[in-house]
C-alpha cells in the first residue's frame, strides 16, 4: 500500500509540474508579447484560456501515463489539486474565492484532466507494451 500510495503522488506532481511549467512559459511569453506590442489582453485572453486547458489537459496526461493505470483516477486528482492550488492562492493572496464564472472554469479544467489522464494511460501504457 505504500508504494502504491508514493507511485499516485509522484503520478500527480509530475503532472501538476507539468501544468505549472506550461503556464509559466505561457505567462512569460504573454507578458512579453502584451508589453511589447500594442496587443491589448482583452484580444488574446480566448488564446489564454485555450492554452489554459491544453497545460491541464498535457499535466493530467502526462500523471496518467506515469501511473499507467486508473488513469480518470489520477487524472482527476491532477485536476483537483491543481484546482485547490490556485484556490488557496487566491484565498490566501487576494482573500476571495471563487466566483461563479471561475468555479465553472475549475470544474471544466478537473473533467479536462481527468480525459487527459484516460488518454495518458492507454496511449502511453500501448506504446510501452509494443
Do not use: P
Amino acid at each position: 500500500m505504500g508504494i502504491e500510495m508514493k507511485n499516485f503522488a509522484v503520478s500527480i506532481i509530475y503532472g501538476l509540474m507539468t501544468i505549472l511549467v506550461f503556464a509559466v512559459l505561457s505567462s512569460l511569453i504573454f507578458s512579453l508579447i502584451l508589453y511589447f506590442s500594442n496587443t491589448q489582453e482583452q484580444s488574446v485572453s480566448l488564446l489564454i484560456t485555450i492554452i489554459s486547458f491544453f497545460a491541464v489537459f498535457f499535466g493530467g496526461f502526462i500523471s496518467g501515463g506515469k501511473r499507467k493505470q486508473k488513469g480518470w483516477v489520477i487524472g482527476g486528482a491532477t485536476g483537483i489539486l491543481y484546482s485547490l492550488i490556485l484556490l488557496s492562492y487566491q484565498f490566501l493572496g487576494h482573500s476571495s474565492l471563487f466566483s461563479l464564472e471561475q468555479l465553472i472554469y475549475h470544474i471544466c479544467y478537473i473533467l479536462t484532466a481527468t480525459m487527459g489522464g484516460v488518454l495518458g494511460v492507454n496511449i502511453l501504457s500501448n506504446s510501452d507494451h509494443k
